[in-house]
């Protein structure tokens, strides 16, 4: 492997209406918008549901799309979802 060692790896993803939301197995979550990703925000509901984990990340081959999670936290460091303040 050549990524970063200390890259949590995701093991879960939920959409809401314009977020995207990443479990991490650190307990972690990491809430970014759609609109960063168009193919996601463009893309249907079960498209969207129809991803794959990998070490590297969250993949969804009906979109074209690839997301590494080092690229998630290098975006956004301290996000938490709004919904586990609650």
């Known amino acids: 492997m ?7 790896e995701a ?5 809401d209406e ?7 197995e650190d307990g972690r979550t990491i809430g970014v918008p ?6 996601l925000l463009n893309g249907s509901e079960a498209e ?4 794959f984990l990998s070490p590297s ?3 969804w081959e009906a979109l074209d799309e690839d997301i590494a999670i080092a690229t998630l936290l290098a975006d956004r460091m ?9």
């Not at 314009?18 to 991490?24: C, Q, R």
């Open 2 to 8: 050549h990524g970063t060692p200390f890259s949590p």
């Open 11 to 15: 093991t879960d993803v939920e959409f």
């Open 18 to 24: 314009d977020s995207m939301w990443v479990k991490l």
């Open 34 to 39: 759609l609109a960063w990703f168009p193919r």
């Open 48 to 51: 969207r549901r129809a991803f």
């Open 57 to 59: 990340g969250i993949h």
């Open 78 to 86: 301290e996000t938490a979802s709004p919904a586990q303040a609650a």
